[in-house]
């Protein structure tokens, strides 16, 4: 597996939790706005020392709630990652993974053999933010939403992330993806920073569209008026505020 490494003691990789995280290389996305676009090219990265993290991860257990894995995608590299989790639930530590669903049979896998306790995912909507041809983009939402029913079809509990874009309407998308959830699942609210807090993939994009602002609101009075459980990445907000306060 390639990997460009863990972190043992996470308190921002999923929402109210703690993680030991771990970050796999290769994507078949291309968002503009990804700031792990290194990672998700397969630059700085090294094969991951199994022992080594199963060494660490078993003396973090009991700090932790989950044994976290992102990237990048981390279904690029499904089939060794089926074993790591075998051997993660070995340890029985639960298992949490942040994928964007579109390598869904894969993912099925994964979770039929139940190695597979929690899923974290973005709607990326519109699809332009997958960074492709509009073709391309479009097949790849309709895999998004197969994704999303086999999370839902076997009740795996989700963190459901919205990437917030300015100039983007993200609503009729949004709404689509929530037709297909039956299970148990909160909104992370995530707008998109660029520099310079991040490197962003495409930072001419991320001039136009980051830093949004009435768009956030406006997409959380409408998650919140059907009733859902709804979060904001304060990351966001906190380094907003530290940067108009610097510019005064």
Request: glycine share 6%; hydrophobic share 40%.
């Amino acid at each position: 597996m390639l990997t460009s490494g863990w972190k043992s003691v996470s308190m921002v990789d999923v929402h109210g939790k703690i993680t030991f995280t771990l970050w796999l290389c290769g994507c078949n996305l291309r968002c503009p706005f990804c700031h792990n676009w290194r990672i998700a090219e397969g630059l700085d990265c090294f094969p991951l020392n199994r022992k080594a993290l199963l060494d660490e991860l078993e003396a973090s257990a009991f700090l932790i709630d989950y044994f976290h894995v992102t990237g990048g995608e981390p279904l690029m590299q499904w089939r060794e990652l089926s074993s790591l989790f075998a051997e993660v639930n070995l340890l029985d530590i639960p298992v949490s993974l942040n994928a964007n669903l579109t390598i869904f049979r894969p993912l099925e896998k994964l979770i039929k053999a139940g190695l597979v306790d929690h899923i974290a995912t973005d709607i990326k909507a519109p699809p332009a933010l997958y960074g492709l041809p509009e073709k391309p983009a479009e097949k790849l939402w309709g895999l998004f939403l197969k994704g999303l029913e086999v999370v839902s079809n076997h009740g795996i509990p989700l963190e459901l992330r919205i990437p917030v874009a300015r100039g983007l309407n993200a609503w009729p998308y949004v709404k689509t993806g929530l037709r297909r959830i039956k299970t148990d699942f909160y909104v992370v609210l995530n707008p998109l920073v660029g520099r310079p807090l991040t490197s962003p993939r495409n930072e001419n994009w991320c001039r136009e569209h980051c830093w949004p602002d009435e768009e956030v609101e406006a997409l959380r009075d409408k998650l919140e008026g059907l009733g859902i459980e709804v979060y904001m990445n304060n990351f966001f907000s906190t380094q907003k505020e530290s940067m108009l306060a610097a510019e005064q």
